[in-house]
């Protein structure tokens, strides 16, 4: 199993929600922030959502008010709950360290269609 281990994606309509998981096999805790990104067929990977140890997020302005993030540091692990998903956020999850010096995990698949 490597690093990072995202879960939580699916196949979901307009409208509805999905909460993702990333579990990192290291102490996040010595991550001071931790961040969600997204990728696009044939694009790179995109920061969408962070979150520092003391709590501070920040959104993509695509995803402010609909996506939020949290961490849970003893379980070494990163969500990404999101609400009123559209079409547009149909992408490859990834979570990484910011910047991004861990392995990539697989990342997880978000599909949102009618």
């Known amino acids: 199993q490597g690093v990072i281990v995202e879960s939580g994606g699916g196949s979901v309509k307009p409208g509805e929600s999905l909460r993702l998981s990333c579990v990192v096999s290291r102490r996040i805790s010595g991550i001071y922030v931790m961040g969600w990104y997204r990728q696009f067929p044939g694009q790179q990977r995109v920061l969408v959502a962070s979150m520092s140890l003391d709590g501070t997020s920040d959104y993509d302005g695509s995803v402010k008010g609909r996506f939020t993030m949290s961490r849970d540091n003893e379980k070494n692990t990163v969500y990404l709950q999101m609400d009123n998903l559209t079409a547009e956020d149909t992408a490859l999850y990834y979570c990484?360290?910011?910047?991004?010096?861990?392995?990539w995990g697989q990342g997880t698949q978000v599909t949102v269609s009618p």
């Open positions: 990484n360290g910011i910047p991004a010096y861990l392995p």
